[in-house]
């Protein structure tokens, strides 16, 4: 697989993750499969909105279905995309306190950039030796 595919793929994963009530929706099935009602009630969005994301979600690969009886639940196609979005907020929130900082030497520090492009690198490396077992 060339770089070129593997950063289209990225961009395409991140693009569906794009989306403020598709991150709420993640971090509400975080807990585990739900459905569209259970998610609707939690979240406190529409029943098309939430359908909608989902279907979003689920071509994007990051959530699948399984049918029980006559209801649909939603479930994480991998658990490591929590910890995705956490480190993704924890980068975030440390990006927003240093930019807000005054720096005295005239040079920014160190980002934890770095750190956490190991740690997705680590979890994306993972979920692929899964997914070729």
């Known amino acids: 697989m060339s770089v ?11 693009r569906s993750l794009a989306d403020e009530n598709r991150l709420s929706i993640l971090m509400n099935l975080s807990a585990g499969a739900k459905t569209v009602s259970e998610i609707v ?3 406190g969005l529409s029943q098309p909105l939430v ?12 959530v699948r279905t399984e049918r029980k009886s006559s209801f649909v639940f939603y479930e994480l196609t991998e658990p490591s995309i929590v910890e995705l979005l956490r ?3 924890q980068l975030v929130v440390e990006l927003s ?3 807000r900082s005054v720096f005295t030497s005239g040079e920014m520090p160190a980002l934890p950039f770095p750190m956490m492009m190991k740690k997705m690198s ?3 490396n993972q979920a ?3 997914k070729q077992k």
């Open 87 to 89: 480190l993704t907020n």
């Open 51 to 62: 359908s909608h994301h989902l279907k979003e979600l689920k071509n994007g690969l990051i």
């Open 97 to 99: 306190e240093k930019s």
């Open 41 to 43: 009630e939690q979240t």
């Open 4 to 14: 070129d595919i593997l950063y289209k793929q990225i961009a395409a994963f991140y």
């Open 128 to 130: 692929l030796k899964e």
């Open 122 to 124: 680590k979890i994306m």
